[in-house]
């Protein structure tokens, strides 16, 4: 990947994170990254390919960061490494909330693929938790507690927020 594309993939995805998505303009994105106009037209159709790209990298970057927990923890409850992993991912970037929400709120009524592509991915995190071993319903409940704890992080302290999965993790998932 180029390093134009690099800059503009990771200025945006900063910006959108910390700002929303209509709330920052391509020029503000553009200017971040050190690039002209012309460059980013030539990696991105739209401002909205942009937000898809982003999105997709996001999700691999967070599957990928609960994968590795789950290999760096090979003989200690699955439900707790990952929710563990789950609250590191949130102190590491902030607490502004799942950015991939925050793209359907904004976009919801104005672009269907990146309403779909936001569904897609919460289905995604719940098949990911199946094919990590845990029936439908565990995995149903790990993403339902997941998504609290990263809502209940945009208002509330959250270590403290982190401290109360946990525990709720090792009370209902106990091996």
């Given at each position: 990947m180029s390093q134009k594309r690099e800059s503009l993939l990771e200025n945006a995805e900063r910006l959108f994170y910390e700002n929303g998505f209509h709330?920052?303009?391509m020029k503000r994105i553009i200017s971040?990254?050190?690039?002209?106009?012309?460059?980013?037209?030539?990696?991105?159709?739209?401002k909205e390919d942009l937000i898809l790209?982003?999105?997709k990298r996001r999700e691999e970057r967070y599957f990928a960061?609960?994968?590795t927990s789950l290999k760096e923890d090979r003989h200690r409850n699955k439900a707790l490494s990952l929710a563990e992993a789950h609250m590191n991912w949130i102190l590491k970037d902030g607490s502004n909330g799942c950015m991939m929400l925050r793209a359907k709120e904004e976009y919801a009524s104005t672009n269907k693929e990146i309403s779909d592509t936001v569904i897609a991915h919460k289905k995604n995190l719940i098949s990911f938790f199946q094919d990590s071993?845990?029936?439908?319903?565990?995995?149903?409940?790990?993403?339902m507690l997941f998504e609290g704890a990263a809502a209940l992080s945009e208002v509330?302290?959250?270590k403290e927020v982190s401290k109360e999965l946990i525990d709720t993790i090792e009370k209902l998932f106990h091996e």
């Open positions: 709330a920052i303009g971040e990254s050190d690039v002209a106009l012309m460059t980013m037209y030539n990696h991105f159709d739209s790209e982003v999105l960061f609960l994968e071993g845990f029936n439908n319903n565990q995995a149903t409940g790990l993403a509330l302290e959250p």
